[in-house]
Antibody, heavy 119, light 111 residues
Framework: EVQLVESGGGLVQPGGSLRLSCAAS????????MHWVRQPPGKGLVWVSR????????NYADSVRGRFTISRDNAKNTLYLQVNSLRAEDTAVYHC????????????WGQGTLVTVSS | QSALTQPASVSGSPGQSITISCTGT?????????VSWYQQHPGKAPKLMIY???NRPSGVSNRFSGSKSGNTASLTISGLQAEDEADYYC???????????FGGGTKLTVL
């Protein structure tokens, strides 16, 4: 069974940092593109970042470029998102998702980890 | 990159059919067949319902179908059931440096 489990969220002050993790199991992690998607409380889904299978291709949403860094450790089957210079508008549940159809769709999602940016 | 445009809400009675639209531009929805649809119940993770515009993943009911015409993709749910009440989101590839964009989401109410 495919499983994605996020961790690392929490309450952080504006300007602070966190490292989010997504532990993958039940599939060959090293062969899939992976994404981060966030959802502010009561609002819609927002795409954040993606990384290809070996980490050589990375993209970000304009709103996070320069502040967030996506990475992966295929030996540990783990996806990461380093979030720096946090702002109130970064408050959201952060989900990791697997690209299961070669850019056609995200077929597996984690339950998410909540990041709250507040003083 | 602007969000794709979805109606904020749609509704239908059990057994009826509804269609949710997802309007983009010739640079995203109109340019690529990388459009997918997600169902999200409150407090739950999104679930893939349609990939590559019109394909259903294994296990998704054939009451769900997808299509595209020009810059607009559509999700149709036939034979509405109470369990279909949820939020629905589309996403498209854009080919830009920020390559994916979601729609704003549509709340489906089954009357």
């Amino acid at each position: 069974e495919v499983q994605l489990v996020e961790s690392g969220g929490g309450l952080v002050q504006p300007g602070g940092s966190l490292r989010l993790s997504c532990a993958a199991s039940g599939f060959t992690f090293s062969t899939y593109w992976m994404h981060w998607v966030r959802q502010p409380p009561g609002k819609g889904l927002v795409w954040v970042s993606r990384i290809n299978s070996d980490g050589s291709t990375i993209n970000y949403a304009d709103s996070v470029r320069g502040r967030f860094t996506i990475s992966r450790d295929n030996a540990k089957n783990t996806l990461y998102l380093q979030v720096n210079s946090l702002r109130a508008e970064d408050t959201a549940v952060y989900h990791c998702a697997r690209d299961g159809y070669n850019w056609g769709g995200f077929d597996s999602w984690g339950q998410g980890t909540l990041v709250t940016v507040s003083s | 990159q602007s969000a794709l445009t979805q109606p904020a809400s749609v509704s239908g009675s059990p057994g009826q059919s509804i269609t949710i639209s997802c309007t983009g531009t010739s640079s995203d929805v109109g340019a690529y067949n990388y459009v997918s649809w997600y169902q999200q119940h409150p407090g739950k993770a999104p679930k893939l319902m349609i990939y590559n515009v019109s394909n259903r993943p294994s296990g998704v009911s054939n009451r769900f179908s997808g299509s595209k015409s020009g810059n607009t993709a559509s999700l149709t749910i036939s034979g509405l059931q109470a369990e279909d009440e949820a939020d629905y989101y589309c996403i498209s590839y854009t080919g830009s440096s920020s390559p994916w964009v979601f729609g704003g989401g549509t709340k489906l109410t089954v009357l």
